[in-house]
Nanobody
Framework: QVQLVESGGGLVQPGGSLRLSCTAS????????MGWYRQAPGKQRELVAR???????KYADSVKGRFTISRDNAKNTVYLQMNSLKPDDTAVYYC??????????????WGQGTQVTVSS
């Protein structure tokens, strides 16, 4: 079992920045990918960004050029640097971790979420 703990959320004005962190712990064999999802009130959870073991990344179109995802493999930690924040970025952000490899996902884990509010 893998536990994910997120931090870094908060209240920020439009145009501001936040950096989210997520650290995985527990019985970790091999992490294939980690990512960030978000869910705003009345909307479904959506992918924000993901990074896989080889370093490839994927971003939602709405955050390209503003958000950057990165990993510290030694610490089993993934980061999401969020710049030029907009009110539409307001949501609960969830860390996700997929264990396994490119062929098969063996585990799919979620953090408890951290609130990001962008408002003036």
């Amino acid at each position: 079992q893998v536990q994910l703990v997120e931090s870094g959320g908060g209240l920020v004005q439009p145009g501001g920045s936040l950096r989210l962190s997520c650290t995985a712990s527990g019985s970790i064999s091999s992490i294939y990918g980690m990512g960030w999802y978000r869910q705003a009130p009345g909307k479904q959870r959506e992918l924000v960004a993901r990074i896989i073991s080889g370093g490839d990344t994927k971003y939602a179109d709405s955050v390209k050029g503003r958000f950057t995802i990165s990993r510290d493999n030694a610490k089993n930690t993934v980061y999401l640097q969020m710049n030029s924040l907009k009110p539409d970025d307001t949501a609960v952000y969830y860390c996700n971790c997929v264990t396994g490899n490119a062929v098969i996902a063996l585990g799919d884990y979620w953090g408890q979420g951290t609130q990001v509010t962008v408002s003036s």
